[in-house]
């Protein structure tokens, strides 16, 4: 780690007066997240067949799909809802290896999730990055069957590492990189903006809006020459997710609809509504606590992407709103880690005994317990 990361890192792995000097080391923490995962494949394997789970998980059809279009450069029969900057790492792994995309999708969401495991590690050190790593059962899946959270967070935490070094122009290029692949990345985009803004730095401000611009035409220029509009593939979640709507709404008003609607079983519910109040809880402590309020002051980009990812996730006006939220909040969970520090129990072992039983349960849920109840009686 160099001089310049130690001496900024270091006031955050205090954060709030806790004294974690005796945090997991990064190979601690890493052999931690290569045991769990690795258990929770385990547990999966021995309840179904993994490459079945792979290839209808999530949106990895859809995503394979806009990556082949991409490889042979042919959109005619392509629905283009989702972001193509995944898509188009995965033509780019499928066609220097000849792998197929969904092996080439495995691989980058594999690889990006250590990495980011590596980033939180550098950013706000062990007990961070080993709760997170072991907190969600959607980070788990989304780092492990595919997904585009992995590759997202890898590009935002990347932008935050370079922001606390001053390179500045890396942050911007590397949050343009994270807002193609999935559009919240606009808000650590800003957060570089924001934090050049504060320091009158408008020597690294005006270029860092020119990368920012430039990936944006590069990204947008194959939708208008192929499929004629810059926001083909928004018009596609206009049509699916907002039902033709505004993506916003009064915070809290399409969870509250969606949980009433009664479509959801009550283990559904309870667990959405668990980490709704985890994160409304931890984003209350974060704000009304000096120390955090002092840290988002600190590092204005981390601080930044909080605030305005927080508002999104309360306000996105969509049916997922409240079904896919575990999903959706991934990207801040390592705040509410960090905001909740000071009460969790710093022991290397209870970390581990959670880990374990959090990929255990993770690949029961996969499955679905009923499903995995059936193949233990059937196996008995």
């Given at each position: 780690?160099?001089?310049?990361?130690?001496?900024?890192?270091?006031?955050?792995?205090?954060?709030?007066?806790?004294?974690?000097?005796?945090?997991?080391?990064?190979?601690?923490?890493?052999?931690?997240?290569?045991?769990?995962?690795?258990?929770?494949?385990?547990?999966?394997?021995?309840?179904?067949?993994?490459?079945?789970?792979?290839?209808?998980?999530?949106?990895?059809?859809?995503?394979?799909?806009?990556?082949?279009?991409?490889?042979?450069?042919?959109?005619?029969?392509?629905?283009?809802?989702?972001?193509?900057?995944?898509?188009?790492?995965?033509?780019?792994?499928?066609?220097?290896?000849?792998?197929?995309?969904?092996?080439?999708?495995?691989?980058?969401?594999?690889?990006?999730?250590?990495?980011?495991?590596?980033?939180?590690?550098?950013?706000w050190g062990g007990w961070?990055?080993?709760?997170?790593?072991?907190?969600?059962?959607?980070?788990?899946?989304?780092?492990?069957?595919?997904?585009?959270?992995?590759?997202?967070?890898?590009?935002?935490?990347?932008?935050?590492?370079?922001?606390?070094?001053?390179?500045?122009?890396?942050?911007?290029?590397?949050?343009?990189?994270?807002?193609?692949?999935?559009?919240?990345?606009?808000?650590?985009?800003?957060?570089?903006?924001?934090?050049?803004?504060?320091?009158?730095?408008?020597?690294?401000?005006?270029?860092?809006?020119?990368?920012?611009?430039?990936?944006?035409?590069?990204?947008?220029?194959?939708?208008?020459?192929?499929?004629?509009?810059?926001?083909?593939?928004?018009?596609?979640?206009?049509?699916?997710?907002?039902?033709?709507?505004?993506?916003?709404?009064?915070?809290?008003?399409?969870?509250?609809?969606?949980?009433?609607?009664?479509?959801?079983?009550?283990?559904?519910?309870?667990?959405?509504?668990?980490?709704?109040?985890?994160?409304?809880?931890?984003t209350g402590v974060i704000?009304?606590?000096?120390?955090?309020?002092?840290?988002?002051?600190?590092?204005?980009?981390?601080?930044?992407?909080?605030?305005?990812?927080?508002?999104?996730?309360?306000?996105?006006?969509?049916?997922?709103?409240?079904?896919?939220?575990?999903?959706?909040?991934?990207?801040?969970?390592?705040?509410?880690?960090?905001?909740?520090?000071?009460?969790?129990?710093?022991?290397?072992?209870?970390?581990?005994?959670?880990?374990?039983?959090?990929?255990?349960?993770?690949?029961?849920?996969?499955?679905?317990?009923?499903?995995?109840?059936?193949?233990?009686?059937?196996?008995?």
């Amino acid at each position: 780690m160099s001089e310049g990361l130690q001496i900024q890192v270091a006031p955050t792995r205090t954060f709030g007066g806790t004294n974690i000097s005796r945090e997991p080391s990064q190979g601690q923490t890493l052999l931690l997240v290569v045991f769990c995962y690795a258990f929770y494949l385990c547990v999966l394997s021995l309840v179904t067949g993994y490459w079945g789970v792979v290839s209808y998980y999530g949106d990895n059809q859809p995503y394979a799909q806009i990556s082949s279009a991409i490889r042979h450069w042919d959109f005619s029969q392509l629905h283009p809802k989702l972001f193509w900057g995944l898509p188009y790492a995965m033509a780019l792994v499928s066609k220097s290896t000849g792998a197929s995309d969904l092996k080439s999708l495995l691989f980058i969401s594999m690889a990006a999730s250590l990495i980011v495991i590596f980033m939180i590690y550098r950013l706000w050190g062990g007990w961070v990055a080993g709760f997170f790593a072991v907190a969600s059962r959607e980070w788990i899946e989304r780092s492990l069957l595919g997904g585009a959270e992995p590759l997202f967070l890898a590009c935002v935490l990347g932008s935050f590492v370079a922001a606390r070094k001053q390179r500045w122009l890396l942050a911007s290029l590397l949050a343009s990189l994270a807002a193609i692949v999935r559009p919240m990345g606009i808000f650590a985009l800003v957060g570089v903006g924001v934090a050049l803004l504060v320091k009158r730095d408008f020597r690294r401000l005006v270029p860092a809006v020119l990368i920012g611009v430039t990936v944006g035409i590069l990204y947008i220029l194959p939708l208008v020459l192929y499929l004629g509009s810059p926001l083909a593939n928004v018009k596609g979640y206009d049509q699916a997710d907002w039902k033709s709507g505004m993506p916003l709404s009064i915070p809290l008003v399409a969870i509250t609809q969606d949980a009433l609607a009664g479509r959801a079983t009550r283990l559904n519910l309870a667990r959405t509504v668990l980490w709704i109040v985890l994160i409304l809880i931890s984003t209350g402590v974060i704000i009304f606590r000096k120390a955090s309020r002092d840290y988002l002051r600190q590092f204005p980009v981390e601080g930044t992407f909080f605030v305005l990812y927080v508002l999104l996730l309360f306000t996105y006006n969509s049916s997922w709103a409240r079904e896919e939220f575990p999903r959706f909040a991934i990207p801040i969970i390592p705040f509410v880690v960090l905001g909740l520090l000071p009460w969790i129990p710093k022991d290397r072992r209870l970390l581990w005994a959670f880990g374990i039983f959090s990929a255990t349960l993770s690949a029961i849920e996969t499955v679905g317990f009923v499903h995995t109840a059936e193949m233990i009686r059937k196996a008995l």
